[in-house]
């Protein structure tokens, strides 16, 4: 991070409100794992927190006309023009539009799925079993990004894949508790199908994390991903990870 009189800093972008407390924990997780002893040693941050974008999973499914990407669009080439020089996205499902997005923009994007099958990669995962929103799911951007760097990839059975989801739209999105016995059985799943990891693929499933004290190491949170990358991106040597 430049200091004080020094070289321009670093300013990020978060393309946030996909949903709205998960744009809260990533801002909240960049805050906590900076090193700082005053105010000015943290990250410049503009964040856009637009929840009236069109939900991206039922795009993707062809549930829904209403197209996200000119709402994530216009909302993204504000935070250029206010002064961000990264972007990130702390969603999954919204990497659907990534590749779509980045050409269209100035300045580069975090790609939070790349760099969570690159992470799982680093730390000696072979097969990666993935938790996520249907329209993730459907969108193969996992599977496509784990055939890339040569990882197997495992999803849920249709049965649990529908549980999945009503623990993300039914639950968590809705203010509610998750159903850990129900979510453990969807993680179990992959466990017995050989998975070394499991992504939390979906930044309402980080909240677990957080809210229901989820330690165990089976599990790679693609939202602590997102934030590591992203303060070492600007130039921070993130603490606490």
């Known amino acids: 991070m430049a200091k004080d009189g020094g070289a321009k800093r670093p300013v990020l972008g978060v393309l946030g409100g996909l949903g709205p407390m998960s744009s809260v924990y990533f801002y909240e997780m960049l805050t906590t794992h900076t090193p700082a002893v005053r105010d000015q040693d943290h990250l410049d941050i503009i964040l856009s927190s637009r929840a009236s974008t069109p939900d991206r999973t039922a795009y993707i499914l062809g549930e829904s006309?209403?197209?996200?990407?000119?709402?994530?669009?216009?909302?993204?080439?504000?935070?250029?023009?206010?002064?961000?020089?990264?972007?990130a996205i702390p969603c999954n499902t919204a990497h659907y539009f990534y590749d779509r997005l980045a050409r269209s923009l100035p300045v580069p994007i975090l790609n939070m799925v790349r760099l969570t099958v690159c992470r799982a990669k680093a730390e000696g995962c072979r097969s990666l079993g993935v938790l996520a929103t249907s329209g993730t799911v459907d969108s193969h951007t996992y599977q496509r990004l784990c055939r890339a760097e040569g990882l197997g990839c495992v999803l849920p059975s249709p049965e649990n894949q529908t549980a999945?989801?009503?623990?993300?739209?039914?639950?968590?999105?809705?203010?509610?508790?998750?159903?850990?016995?129900?979510?453990?059985?969807?993680?179990?799943?992959?466990?017995?199908?050989?998975?070394?990891?499991?992504?939390?693929?979906?930044?309402?499933?980080?909240?677990?994390?957080?809210?229901?004290?989820?330690?165990?190491?089976?599990?790679?949170?693609?939202?602590?991903?997102?934030?590591?990358?992203?303060?070492?991106?600007?130039?921070?040597?993130?603490?606490?990870?």
């Open 65 to 87: 006309e209403e197209d996200p990407f000119a709402a994530m669009e216009r909302d993204a080439e504000m935070l250029v023009q206010y002064g961000a020089t990264l972007l």
């Open 164 to 241: 999945l989801m009503e623990i993300i739209y039914g639950q968590i999105k809705s203010g509610r508790r998750a159903d850990m016995a129900l979510f453990m059985r969807v993680a179990d799943e992959l466990r017995a199908a050989g998975c070394e990891r499991a992504v939390l693929g979906c930044t309402e499933l980080s909240l677990i994390k957080r809210d229901e004290g989820l330690d165990d190491p089976f599990f790679l949170d693609s939202t602590e991903v997102l934030a590591r990358e992203a303060l070492l991106a600007c130039g921070i040597t993130p603490i606490g990870f």
